[in-house]
């Protein structure tokens, strides 16, 4: 087959060609950032936080008629009434497992953001990390994995307000942690300092893997640098991570608050202070959720009208030069000669609009990058996208091009 | 119009039937494209312009938010910016210097209130504590009383501002000034209730909301009547490094940044000798060894303030950028379309022309038939518009979903883009079709 008659019948069509081209690329150029996007967000979502997350649930209480919350006496009495609620869940049936805790993974709140430096009293931290303020149970109540030293004991626990200095003694760092400041794995027993503060806390275990609670561009910089501080926090208000016994999540999660009001009448549990664990990950991602499923709604609707578009044209095409391929027919081309010269007639097409498209993709992600701080589209997600428009202009193609194929040599006159 | 063109423009619009009668795939294909592209265009701005809006427009030019570096240049990110709030000391020595024509300083609450009556229970609320000048400087609408005055800033009174919702909830409604209700356990005194108000963004206090927020404002308290009652913040708290003392105690001592501010100023003359007063408070803080660095602050007006707190989601801006361009390709799609469509009637335009059809009147013919895709590709839009928001409430997190919402105006710029855009994808093609050489097409048939 040679090229030549197929060019000189498209310079005929130009604007049509012209139009068939710009569609191709635009919508090149946008499925191309928006499967970058859709990509994006569910590597975020699908990344592990380290919980097992299954029959995990949170409980937000405040104490009310506690107006002072400083003072020596004002801390003992807050303590005394956290310690009475932790032995309240725990005794309850369902429960297998239950800590105090300031915050947890993807919570998005209450998140304890600070320095952690290897000299004392550094000016500049050697990196940052989000800490979670608990008690010696919290490997089994969160079911995080510990893979090197201890957990902590009751005796390693203590006490303060909420705001206090964070100066533990002993603390239990991520993984993450552990291979960021000491490269060399050399973690366990080594002495670092909180905060910029002067007294050593000594690391003496390290968890697999446990996400910070922020999910926004700043936290997830340092997204899986946690550690664990056994301390339990005073103020009016408390939070509790109970693991209920497997497959009772709806039965502890429904007798928590009541067996919490009858230990003590005077506090508030919000309608969404008990809060499943399945709902807060949906919380914390439903944005990206939403972006990806928008995105991904666009580009089907992109695809579909080119598709449409495709099949439009080519069945104009063909039903102008109906007399043309009579003629050709007529000639001695076989009708696989047709379909080919068709489907070979969209390839360049569409291959010439894959290419501005791909500029353009890349352009549009430039803008982006600018604008909103988006990453570098990586090439793989453009080829993919150039296979897709072809092979969708291509299917699209085959349907008019295949009638094309069936006009009878005889047309060539019938139609004078 | 006069009648012969009126008559025209039936003909025209028969003209136009008939042919989408005689091909109705190609004509629903338009129709589809310009609906889609159009309503997903049209959701989208829906969600920008919620979240892109002023919330207080009339005045956002005379609002300003200063901060003051007390952190240092160990604590500053790329573009050397300092803390996005301030600590104790300085929103005390601005509001004590009083530099404005009004200033408040603001922190968020969240204490547990209860009705003074009996076997009423108590409740969690979320407020703020602020200055009295917040009142007045935010023109917040009173529905009861008012704020309080300067004088119980001073002495520390306990009075409360209480919200619209929370005044149904424990009152029914009914004017409740002068009564009493606990507020984390002390007694306080309602001196005003609110009407409905829930600006978005909320920036008086963007540090906390980052900009929208279904969380409701339900009390205001006296600043410093807070700060000494041991209300801690239940916003964030920044911190370069860790207060020496615990509780609010070690708060107010330590250069942990928790408290939001706001000053009016009205005109460009106060603006500069803010900035020159906010300059000499750093420097005094140089000269008096508590800071070691020369003065890094920023004085900003409510907008410029919003959108360096990046309160507009960068995923609203994208998705409208994308919604476009998909409306770009449904236009293209349609000019082509259209191309096809009116070239392959070249022999009825032949016809037309022969017998006596000015250009004009094949432009008004095909324009014609164009704008009817357009208004029908409106019609479309807008059910796909109003199907595409509650998609918005069931997909985006409800800060930002309850703001996006169908009204008039939407519904309207919906149809007039729909047309517009369709008149301008058809605008080629009908040049094309007028350049149509009557005696050429006659010849070839």
């Known amino acids: ?22 569609q191709i690329a635009l919508t090149l150029a946008i499925v191309c950032n928006s499967v970058f996007i859709i990509g994006g967000r569910i590597e975020r979502i699908a990344r592990a936080t380290g919980l097992d997350e299954d ?30 609620d932790l032995a309240v869940l725990r005794a309850l049936p369902d429960v297998a497992s239950v800590a105090p805790i300031n915050s947890l ?88 300092y909180l905060d910029g503060g002067g007294a050593p806390a000594s690391i003496v275990g390290i968890v697999e893997r446990l996400q910070t609670p922020g999910t926004n561009a700043f936290s997830t910089s340092f997204a899986y640098s946690s550690v664990l501080v056994p301390t339990r926090l005073n103020s009016t208000f408390s939070r509790y991570a109970v693991r209920a016994k497997p497959g009772r999540l ?52 992109l695809l579909c009208v080119t ?54 993709a890349v352009g549009l992600n430039f803008a982006l990058i600018k604008r909103y701080e988006m990453d570098r589209l990586p090439v793989t997600d453009v080829l993919l996208g150039v296979v897709c428009v072809l092979a969708l202009s291509q299917a699209s193609t085959f349907v008019p091009a295949r009638r094309a194929a069936r006009v009878e040599p005889a047309s060539a006159i019938r139609s004078m | 119009m006069t009648a012969r063109g009126q008559g025209l423009f039936s003909y025209y619009l028969e003209l136009a039937l008939r042919s989408f009668r005689r091909s109705p795939g190609l004509t629903a294909l338009m129709v589809l494209a310009i609906g889609f592209g159009v309503a997903a265009s049209m959701t989208t701005f829906s969600v920008f312009r919620a979240v892109s809006g002023d919330p207080i427009p009339w005045k956002s030019q005379r609002l300003f938010v200063p901060q003051v570096d007390v952190w240092g240049p160990s604590e500053r990110g790329k573009d050397g910016e300092p803390p996005a709030a301030l600590d104790y000391r300085t929103a005390t020595s ?112 963007i540090v906390n909301t980052g900009g929208f927020t279904t969380t409701r404002e339900d009390v205001f308290l006296p600043f410093e009547t807070a700060v000494g009652a041991g209300m801690a913040s239940t916003g964030n708290t920044g911190c370069s490094k860790s207060p020496s003392e615990g ?82 390709v449904c236009l293209v799609n349609t000019s082509g379309l259209l191309l096809a469509k009116f070239l392959r009637r070249s022999g009825e335009i032949g016809v037309r022309r022969a017998i006596g059809a000015p250009r004009g009147a094949i432009y008004a013919q095909f324009l014609t038939e164009a704008g009817m895709i357009g ?51 058809g605008l080629y093609p009908t040049f094309r079709a007028t350049l149509v050489q009557p005696t050429w097409q006659l010849k070839s048939q």
């Open chain 2, 94 to 205: 601005l509001l004590n210097d009083r530099r404005g024509s009004m200033q408040a300083a603001i922190y968020k609450v969240s204490p547990a209130v209860l009705a003074m009556r009996a076997g009423s229970h108590p409740v969690n609320v979320d407020g703020h504590a602020v200055s009295s000048d917040f009142f007045p400087m935010l023109e917040v609408p009173f529905a009861f009383g008012s704020g309080w005055s300067r004088q119980d800033d001073e002495r520390r009174a306990n009075v409360v501002v209480i919200g619209d919702t929370l005044n149904r909830r424990l009152f029914q409604g009914r004017n409740s000034v002068g009564e009493s209700l606990q507020v984390a356990g002390k007694s306080y005194r309602i001196v005003g209730v609110l009407a409905h108000w829930d600006p978005q963004p909320r920036f008086f206090d």
């Open chain 1, 1 to 22: 087959m040679t090229m030549h008659p197929m060019i000189s019948a498209l310079r005929r069509h130009k604007a049509g060609v012209a139009l068939i081209v710009l």
């Open chain 1, 307 to 360: 598709a449409a578009g495709v099949f439009g044209l080519t069945s104009f095409w063909v039903d102008q030069r109906e007399r043309q391929i009579g003629i050709r027919r007529a000639l001695g081309a076989r009708r696989r000669d047709i379909l080919g010269y068709f489907q070979v007639e969209n390839l360049l097409i569409v291959g010439s609009g894959a290419v501005l498209g791909i500029v353009l």
């Open chain 2, 375 to 425: 208004i029908a590709g409106g019609l479309l839009g807008l059910a796909l518009t109003g199907l595409g928001v509650a998609c918005v409430h069931w997909l985006l997190p409800a800060d930002i979903a309850s703001l996006a919402r169908v009204d008039f105006a939407l519904l309207v710029l919906t149809l007039l883009l729909a047309l517009i855009s369709t008149l301008l994808a």
């Open chain 1, 55 to 84: 029959g995990l649930f949170l409980v937000t209480q405040q104490w009310v008629s506690e107006g002072d919350a400083d003072g020596k006496d004002a801390i003992e009495r807050l303590d005394t009434m956290q310690r009475e």
């Open chain 1, 250 to 301: 709806a039965a502890a999660m429904r007798a928590a608050p009541d067996a919490l009001y009858q230990a003590n009448s005077q506090r508030v549990i919000a309608e969404d202070g008990i809060q499943s664990y399945a709902d807060i990950r949906h919380d914390a991602y439903r944005a990206d959720i939403g972006m990806a499923m928008l995105m991904g709604g666009v580009s089907l609707i």
């Open chain 1, 105 to 192: 993974p993807l919570l998005n709140s209450a998140a304890w953001n600070g320095g952690i430096g290897l000299a004392p009293e550094q000016p500049k931290a050697n990196l940052q990390a989000s800490f979670y303020f608990t008690d010696e149970n919290v490997l089994p109540a969160l079911g995080v994995k510990l893979v090197a030293g201890r957990a902590f004991t009751a005796a390693d626990v203590e006490h303060k307000a909420l705001g206090d200095a964070n100066t533990p003694s002993r603390i239990i760092v991520s993984q993450e942690i552990a291979r960021r400041l000491f490269p060399d794995g050399s973690a366990l027993g080594k002495n670092v």
């Open chain 2, 247 to 328: 509780g609010i105690t070690g708060l107010k001592e330590s250069t942990c940044v928790w408290i939001s501010y706001l000053v009016q100023l009205d005109d460009a003359n106060a603006v500069r000798s803010y900035r020159a007063y906010l300059d000499g408070y750093a420097r005094q803080l140089q000269d008096s060894g508590a800071t070691t660095w020369a003065p890094n602050n920023r004085l900003r007006d409510v907008p410029a303030w919003l959108d360096a707190q990046h309160v507009v989601p960068a995923d609203t801006g994208v998705s409208l950028l994308v919604a476009l361009g998909l409306l770009i």
